[in-house]
């Protein structure tokens, strides 16, 4: 069929279909192709290059299609089909024309209206009556939902595919174009086939035949396929259906891959909890027996502390050119085996080699062992410096010293001693010193009463009464249980004081501080003393330096002593720079800890007792029941609790 006929034809078209009339628009778009065909078409096969677009696997049964580039650089040397037609019947190829004439959808996206693939397409439904949206969308049908997006093309494959496409609708063209007799020759139709990069899929997608040209054949099909080096996945019905229903401007999934179906990972399932929470037990007065704690977590040897789950091969898949797609390897299980583990020879089992402690530290579970004392620590066991946990059956008695990494369990009571340990201190009966009792806790401190003593714990101290004594956590201090007394002494919180009674009927002055790190208190301290030194020795280096400089000719002495000078300064102005690392630290530290979050709360709260809230401070002066004072814009507020 010539190019004369375009309006007639598009409104039979239009007819055959039952659909609504084309445009004004589309048939001034069709009298500027009429009156342009041959610059439309106007494409020699020389002028496009057989090379595939990057990225993609394309073939057809002629020979290999055009690349990306070479065919739209072809194209558009010979012009612009819509700008060709004039002012009149010119198109905006940003318009989508297609839809507003009435025709088939176009992906606009995709296919511009001033391709050849466009022009093939609008030709083929003239002479064919035939009417299919152009487009490289694609439904897998039943195995939609199966088939991941792995499957499908993504825009930038799709723009490949097109251009691809495009250069073989201008072989197209080209072949059927008239010659200077006005006759023209039959073009077969021409199978592409295009393997998505991931090559999991490949399509097919079948230019239609023109001016009598044979019609899409099996054979022409499987030829296609085979020289795009598609090996695996074919489906024989599609290419059945496709022959006998001659279906052009399809997008249709030739070939699927078989995706890899990943492993499963393996993990440890542990059987102990990482950190045991505390068991209060409560007599029937409410009081908390601290000599049934049951503090720590006992296991003995070959009990099982983890179970490991070991990795489960993923499966293998196929991609359409019959190459094997590895499964990625599972990831190992991540086992805490710490210190007095072991692990099973099979590898499914995480165990406790020996009797002990059950600790989770620096990610691991770990077995302590554990050092027991039947009776006191006294002159019979001398101090004790332990790198575990320490269970006392007695009493650690007067001027003896317990240091150890783990926990410390003390079934009688610290006099004037010193416990300090990196885990939890419990104290079932309590803490009577003379003023020179410390106990220290890298966690917490649980004892019956504190009296005449120095306490710090990291989180929490708790207790029935603190009597006299200077007494200092990260957190919380908490005085409920029992007598729930609070009397005398200094007790420094970083969140909370807590009691049923803080001071006495007969004014008894104490002091809590709030909003501050302890800790951070101390070693500031220490820090400012520190950095004072630093600084008047390099004040005293560099006078003594400046002496010796305007004595101009120096003497061998002179000249070694002013060399040992500046060595030192070197050294002191190192010191200097650790320090200020280690303030900033500090500050960072400090800034944790929100002043206006801190309260104190007290059944009663009695006069004379000092309260400090970062630089803010205030006495009470008189008597305050269920109470709770805090911080807040500028001051200190007691209130109901």
């Not at 800034?591 to 000092?610: E, F």
Request: with cysteine; hydrophobic share 40%.
């Amino acid at each position: 069929m010539l190019f004369g006929g375009i309006m007639d034809e598009l409104r039979s078209l239009s007819r055959n279909q039952d659909a609504a009339p084309p445009s004004e628009e589309a048939l001034a778009l069709a009298e500027g192709e009429s009156e342009n065909s041959e610059a439309a078409a106007g494409v020699s096969a020389a002028e496009i290059a057989d090379v595939p677009a990057e990225g993609a696997d394309v073939t057809d049964s002629t020979e290999a299609g055009p690349s990306v580039d070479a065919a739209e650089n072809a194209i558009s040397d010979e012009g612009d089909p819509a700008e060709s037609t004039g002012e009149s019947g010119g198109h905006d190829p940003s318009q989508p024309a297609a839809a507003e004439s009435g025709l088939p959808p176009v992906d606009s996206d995709i296919f511009s209206s001033d391709n050849a693939i466009y022009e093939l397409w609008l030709r083929w439904m003239r002479e064919s009556g035939t009417r299919v949206p152009l487009s490289l969308d694609h439904n897998f049908g039943e195995r939609e939902n199966e088939l991941s997006l792995a499957f499908h093309l993504d825009f930038n494959e799709k723009a490949r595919f097109a251009s691809v496409l495009n250069g073989h609708a201008a072989k197209i063209l080209t072949a059927v174009r008239p010659n200077k007799d006005n006759e023209v020759d039959p073009a077969d139709a021409v199978p592409v086939v295009f393997i998505q990069a991931n090559k999991l899929t490949a399509w097919l997608f079948v230019l239609p035949a023109m001016c009598g040209g044979g019609d899409v054949t099996a054979a022409r099909i499987e030829r296609a396929a085979s020289e795009a080096g598609v090996r695996y996945g074919v489906d024989d019905a599609l290419v059945e259906k496709v022959v006998a229903e001659k279906l052009y401007f399809h997008p249709l999934p030739l070939a699927i891959g078989l995706a890899p179906v990943p492993g499963i990972d393996g993990r440890a399932e542990e059987l102990f909890p990482r950190e045991k929470a505390p068991e209060f037990r409560m007599d029937e007065k409410g009081n908390i027996d601290f000599r049934t704690l049951n503090a720590m977590q006992q296991v003995l040897q070959g009990d099982h502390i983890c179970n490991i789950i070991l990795p489960i091969p993923g499966t293998d898949g196929m991609d359409v050119k019959g190459s094997v797609i590895k499964s990625p390897t599972p990831a190992a299980p991540q086992v805490p085996n710490g210190t007095n583990t072991g692990i099973s020879e099979d590898g499914t089992v995480l165990f406790a080699r020996m009797d002990g402690q059950l600790v989770y530290e620096s990610g691991r579970f770990a077995v302590r062992p554990v050092l027991q004392i039947a009776g006191n620590v006294d002159a019979s066991v001398g101090n004790i410096d332990f790198r575990g946990d320490v269970f006392i059956g007695g009493d650690v008695t007067e001027d003896y010293e317990i240091r150890c990494t783990g926990s410390v369990t003390i079934n009688g009571l610290v006099e004037s001693a010193r416990v300090i340990a990196g885990g939890e201190i419990n104290v079932a009966k309590g803490v009577c010193g003379d003023g020179s009792t410390y106990i220290q806790s890298g966690k917490s401190v649980k004892c019956k009463f504190i009296e005449n003593s120095t306490v710090h714990a990291e989180t929490t101290v708790y207790a029935d009464s603190i009597i006299n004594s200077k007494v200092t956590s990260n957190h919380t201090i908490s005085v409920m249980s029992g007598r729930g007394t609070i009397i005398g002494g200094e007790l420094a919180a970083a969140n909370l004081i807590e009691a049923k009674v803080i001071g006495t009927e007969s004014n008894r002055s104490a002091t809590l501080t709030l909003g501050i790190l302890p800790n951070i208190m101390k070693e500031r301290k220490e820090l400012e003393d520190e950095e004072l030194a630093i600084q008047n020795e390099l004040s005293e280096i560099e006078r003594s330096s400046n002496y010796v400089d305007m004595l101009g000719e120096l003497n061998s002495e002179l000249v070694d002593k002013q060399n040992k000078m500046r060595l030192r300064q070197k050294v002191l102005l190192l010191q200097q720079s650790k320090l200020a690392k280690k303030r900033e630290a500090l500050l960072a530290q400090e800034a944790q800890v929100d002043v206006k979050r801190s309260r104190v709360n007290a059944g009663t709260l009695y006069p004379m007792i000092t309260l400090v809230f970062g630089r803010v401070q205030r006495t009470t002066n008189a008597v305050d029941k269920k109470c709770s004072a805090y911080y807040t814009s500028g001051e200190i507020i007691i209130g109901a609790g």
